[in-house]
């Protein structure tokens, strides 16, 4: 039997214009560079599928994701030549699989890239390792004879610090340049997000932004071109009267100092609002705000209704959730605050 499912009391409102201008910020911060886009772990939580149609009608060609199986799940919405797949080609199936969905590998080692080489290969990027020893091929194998036989559409490189001032970046930057001169290839690039604020030597042919796209603030002189994009907003499950000196919720951590209206809303740690947020998080309505109470739990948490009064059930609140300041406020990362949004979510 086919069910007519409810609509779930939880949604990620998606502002597209606030990412469209935000790619375009970040285009134009790269100077001579293009701007491609991060899109990994589903758009950074945001969902891939709504974010890439929205990069593409922007001007952006170039989408990286981590896994294959992020690669399989735009091949109908993007050109398959401009998803490229940043852990590269571990099995023979990756690499089947690259060959047959046009999919771009990053190719990250020796061995990637004899097993790329071996079966035929064609057009890849290369990703060098110029300092975060976490994946990428290698400075010292860049004279090797595998290296020379690839034909390299993008030469890579990651940044460590890119947010901080730092003089490991110009270290990177300087290998990065190094491996430009060692390996023929069409586009090179370097900046993330925080690196492209670091200036045109960073720039290279393309850059690579990620949470800057999704409203993340990595470097503070970076705040004034990027808008917020991502709202988790959330129907009132129950309104209720709680009388002075009454607790609410787990453990009983807040306790009503006069009696207060009180709503507990549809949203919990199992959807990413983690228990970080007890008895700080804020929701909005109506230009009001709305303190939680007491302990975040698993599907539900209650916010105070006092400033609000024409709330009632059924109606929806949103998640004060700017990234720089919750991050600030939670200790998460605003990485972590977009990835951690979890499916009950609709996108
Ligand atoms: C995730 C990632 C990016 C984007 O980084 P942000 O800090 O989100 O801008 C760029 N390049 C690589 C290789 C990545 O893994």
Request: hydrophobic letters at 45%.
């Amino acid at each position: 039997m086919l069910l007519d499912v409810p609509r779930p009391a939880l949604r990620l409102g998606f502002d597209p214009d606030a990412l469209r201008a935000n790619w375009q910020a970040l285009d134009r911060l790269s100077g001579d560079a293009r701007a491609g886009a991060a899109v990994k772990a589903d758009g950074y939580g945001l969902g891939a599928r709504q974010v890439v149609p929205v990069l593409h009608a922007a001007g952006c060609h170039d989408f990286f994701v981590a896994h294959w199986s992020e690669a399989d799940a735009l091949l109908d919405i993007a050109a398959p030549g401009s998803i490229s797949v940043l852990h590269g080609p571990l099995t023979d199936a990756d690499v089947a699989f690259a060959l047959a969905s046009g999919a771009t590998p990053v190719i990250n080692s020796l061995e990637q890239a004899r097993r790329w080489l071996a079966a035929g290969g064609g057009r890849c990027h290369l990703m060098v390792d110029t300092g975060m020893n976490r994946l990428g091929l290698p400075m010292a194998d860049l004279g090797d004879e595998s290296v020379a036989a690839l034909d390299v559409d993008v030469l890579l490189s990651h940044l460590v610090s890119a947010e901080e001032e730092t003089p490991f970046n110009a270290v990177q930057r300087d290998r990065w340049e190094e491996a430009r001169r060692a390996v023929l290839h069409q586009r090179a690039s370097l900046a993330n997000s925080a690196g492209i604020a670091l200036g045109s030597g960073y720039h290279g042919d393309l850059t690579r932004p990620g949470i800057a796209l999704y409203g993340g603030v990595p470097r503070a002189e970076m705040a004034g071109d990027l808008r917020q994009v991502v709202r988790p907003q959330v129907a009132i499950l129950q309104v209720r009267n709680v009388a002075a000196g009454e607790t609410v919720g787990y453990n009983a951590t807040f306790t009503a100092k006069t009696a207060m209206r009180t709503g507990t809303i549809a949203l919990g740690y199992a959807d990413g609002y983690l228990r970080c947020w007890s008895g700080k998080g804020r929701f909005l309505a109506g230009g009001q705000v709305l303190p939680v109470l007491g302990r975040v739990s698993m599907d539900m948490t209650v916010i105070d209704l006092s400033s609000a009064p024409g709330l009632r059930e059924g109606d929806w609140v949103t998640a004060d959730y700017a990234l720089p300041e919750a991050s600030a406020a939670t200790g998460l990362t605003q990485y972590e605050l977009l990835t951690v949004l979890g499916q009950r979510f609709a996108r």
